[in-house]
C-alpha cells in the first residue's frame, strides 16, 4: 500500500482545505446566527445555501460517488482524505458539498440499484442538490440491530404496493426540500430466508398516508444541518409497483451495500472530528493557566493530547486500509475491515472529545464550543449503522471460524 496521495486527490485537498479556511469555518457562527432568525428550525440556511453554489462552483461537488457517470469517479482511498478534511465541520462541510448522508447512501443505491426511470426521477435531482431524500429503515417497536425483526409491511395489490408501518430516526425526513423516502419492509413476511424476505421501496413524501408524526433529537440536538430525524407513520401508503429498487426480497442485500460505503464515510469524517478536537485542545492549552502554569505544561494535559494523536494516527492508517481493500477486493473481501473501524473509530474519537469537553470545563459542554455537538454525533455513530455489539460478535465468529 502507497500512503502517499496521488496527484487528484492532493489537487482536491488543496482545494477544498482553501474551501473550508476561507467559506465553511467562518460560516459556522453566521449559520447558528441565520437558524435562530428563522421561522421554522427547518428551514434552508442561508449562508449553508450560499456555499453549496460556491462548492459546486469550484468542482467540489459529490465528491463521495465513485461511479464517474454521476460523482466524481473517486475510488474510496481518494475520498477518504476530503472526507476527513469535510468531518472537521460534520454540520456544513458534507452539506454544502452534497456529500452529507443519508442522501449520499441513497444516491449508491439508486446508481447501483435504481432502474433508469428511477435515476432521472430521483437521482439526477438529488445529484443537482435540487432535492433530498430519507432512508427509512429503523423501527421503535423491535429490536433493529437486527434488520430481520422489521415489521413494517409492504404488500402488493394489484400493480401498486401498499406499505404500513412505523419508522423512527429516519435521517433527511425533517428537511423541507425531502421529497423521497428509500423504505424497507418485508414483501415476503413467512418466508424461509429471513434475509430475502425484505424490499425496499421508494416512497414520495407526498404519498397519501405518510405522515411525519415528529422530529427525534439526539442528545438534545436536532441535526438540522442534515435534515433531522423524524418518526414517520406508513399507514395504508401506495406507491407503483415500479417504485421497488432491484427485486422483491432483494432489500437485505441492497440494506449491506449501502451500509458499507455508508460506514467508512462516517469513520473518516469522524478522524476530521478528532484532528478538530486536537486543535481545540491545543489552543485551550496555551492560553489558559491553572494552579501557576499553562495547561499545556500540565503532565494531564499533555497526556491526553499526545494519547489523543497516537490514536488518531493509528484510526487513520486502518480506515486507508480498509479503504484501499474495498477498492482492490470489494465491499465483501473488506468485511473484517469494515467491522473493525466501525468499533474502533467512534469508541475512540468519543474518548478524545470527552478529555477536550474535560479541557474546556464548563465551555466545554456550552454552545459556544463545537465539541458538545461534536461529542453527540460521535456518540451516535456507536449505534448508528449497527451497534458496536453487532458488529463485535460478527468479527468474533469470523476469528473463531477459522479455529472450529
Known amino acids: ?61 459529490n465528491l463521495f460517488l465513485p461511479d464517474s457517470e454521476y460523482g466524481a469517479g473517486l475510488t474510496n482511498l481518494q475520498y477518504a482524505p476530503l472526507a476527513e478534511i469535510m468531518g472537521r465541520s460534520p454540520q456544513i462541510a458534507p452539506t454544502v458539498t452534497n456529500c452529507a448522508a443519508p442522501d449520499t447512501g441513497n444516491m449508491e443505491v439508486l446508481a447501483q440499484f435504481g432502474g433508469e426511470a428511477q435515476r432521472k426521477q430521483w437521482l439526477e435531482p438529488l445529484l443537482a442538490g435540487e432535492i433530498r431524500s430519507a432512508f427509512a429503515m429503523t423501527e421503535p417497536d423491535v429490536a433493529s440491530s437486527d434488520a430481520t425483526n422489521i415489521t413494517t409491511l409492504i404488500e402488493r395489490d394489484g400493480d401498486e404496493y401498499v406499505i404500513t408501518g412505523r419508522k423512527w430516526y429516519i435521517s433527511g425526513a425533517m428537511h423541507p426540500d425531502c421529497a423521497v423516502f428509500i423504505v424497507m419492509g418485508k414483501t415476503d413476511p413467512d418466508g424461509a430466508d429471513i434475509r430475502r424476505q425484505q424490499s425496499m421501496v421508494l416512497v414520495p413524501r407526498d404519498t397519501p398516508g405518510v405522515t411525519i408524526e415528529r422530529a427525534m433529537r439526539v442528545f438534545g440536538y436536532e441535526d438540522h444541518y442534515h435534515g433531522g430525524h423524524a418518526e414517520v407513520v406508513f399507514d395504508h401508503a401506495r406507491v407503483p409497483v415500479s417504485n421497488l429498487i432491484g427485486e422483491e426480497g432483494g432489500g437485505f442485500a441492497i440494506a449491506q451495500a449501502r451500509l458499507g460505503p455508508g460506514r467508512i464515510h462516517h469513520c473518516m469524517r469522524l478522524i476530521g472530528m478528532a484532528e478538530r478536537a486536537i486543535e481545540l485542545m491545543c489552543r485551550r492549552a496555551v492560553s489558559r493557566d491553572a494552579f501557576g502554569k499553562a495547561l499545556a505544561q500540565q503532565g494531564v494535559v ?38 473493525s473501524i466501525k468499533i474502533a473509530t467512534p469508541r475512540t474519537v468519543v474518548g478524545i472529545l470527552d478529555r477536550a469537553i474535560q479541557l474546556y470545563g464548563a465551555g466545554g459542554v456550552s454552545q459556544d464550543f463545537p465539541l458538545a455537538e461534536l461529542y453527540a454525533g460521535a456518540r451516535t455513530l456507536m449505534i448508528a449503522d449497527g451497534p458496536d455489539e453487532v458488529h463485535q460478535r460478527s468479527l468474533a465468529r469470523r476469528e473463531l471460524k477459522k479455529y472450529l
Open 1 to 61: 500500500m502507497d500512503f502517499a496521495f496521488d496527484a487528484r486527490t492532493e489537487e482536491l485537498r488543496g482545494r477544498l482545505l482553501a474551501f473550508m479556511d476561507e467559506y465553511v469555518y467562518p460560516a459556522e457562527a453566521v449559520a447558528h446566527e441565520q437558524r435562530a432568525g428563522l421561522d421554522s428550525p427547518w428551514e434552508n440556511v442561508p449562508v449553508v445555501e450560499e456555499l453549496k453554489a460556491e462548492a459546486r462552483r469550484q468542482g467540489l461537488w
Open 302 to 339: 499533555q497526556n491526553w493530547i499526545a494519547d489523543a494523536r497516537v490514536a488518531v494516527e493509528q484510526l487513520r492508517l486502518l480506515v486507508l486500509k480498509t479503504a484501499w481493500m474495498m477498492d482492490t477486493v470489494g465491499n465483501r473481501g473488506a468485511h473484517t475491515e469494515i467491522q
